[in-house]
């Protein structure tokens, strides 16, 4: 079946370095979202992406989706402690009745000060 | 305000016993889902449901029923054929008719966490 793969599964920076995580698809993908959960707490929807190429920011993030919308990455600038948490890509597949979003695996952030 | 609630918080089970959790939403989301989360891992998916009184198998859906009688609620039940229930349970719903295009962000619960006893 269609999978989301994400990597790395973990990071572990120093504050004030970049990070970044991918995400890859087997499929082509109508659009792609990002979320972030704290720990202890639940996902936060962060970012859409919908067009092929588009490039997005939010501060110190950037948000990429790829030409052939099968990839996407997450990009964080100069890090912060606040930053730590998991960060889930989930994408959903071009047209048919089944819009569910195939979610990535996570890759958990640790942000030493 | 608008959103989804899920209750209870903390749940304790004992082993045999069939236990529901609710998940609740005002936001007049078509969709709604059940995921379960182990500890250092992602999401994965037990049912959901595009429609009232219709619902789906996710990946993980043995041991698990649920229901969809009405739009604004999507209980999960764990029964005690789920042989590993410990969990951390997040129900999630999407706005989902429309242009794929458009809010289509998934909003999730605060959860429920399951522990067998």
């Known amino acids: 079946g269609q999978q989301v793969m994400q990597i790395p599964q973990y990071q572990h920076v120093q504050e004030g370095e970049d990070f970044t995580t991918y995400c890859n698809s087997s499929?082509?993908?109508?659009?792609i979202q990002w979320y972030k959960q704290r720990p202890g707490g639940h996902p936060v929807f962060l970012i859409q992406l919908v067009k092929s190429g588009e490039v997005k920011k939010q501060k110190r993030l950037t948000f990429q989706f790829g030409e052939a919308k099968k990839n996407s990455s997450l990009h964080i600038t100069a890090t912060q402690t606040t930053d730590v948490g998991t960060y889930f890509c989930?994408?959903?597949?071009?047209?048919?009745?089944?819009?569910?979003?195939?979610w990535g695996l996570g890759t958990s952030l640790a942000v030493n000060p | 305000d608008g959103g989804i609630t899920q209750s209870p918080k903390y749940l304790f089970r004992k082993e045999g016993q069939n236990v529901t959790l609710s998940c609740e939403q005002n936001l007049n989301h078509d969709a709604m889902y059940w995921y379960r989360q182990d500890p250092g891992q992602g999401l994965r998916l037990i049912y959901y449901?595009?429609?009232?009184?219709?619902?789906q198998k996710g990946d993980i859906a043995e041991g698990y029923s649920v229901s969809r009688e009405k739009k604004e609620s999507f209980p999960l039940t764990v029964t005690s054929a789920q042989k590993n229930p410990t969990a951390f349970y997040l129900c999630a719903s999407t706005r989902d008719r429309g242009r794929i295009e458009v809010n289509t962000e998934a909003f999730f619960g605060q959860g429920t966490r399951l522990t067998v006893v």
């Open positions: 449901s595009q429609i009232v009184n219709d619902f």
């Open positions: 989930a994408g959903r597949r071009e047209a048919g009745n089944n819009r569910k979003l195939i």
């Open positions: 499929t082509t993908l109508s659009n």
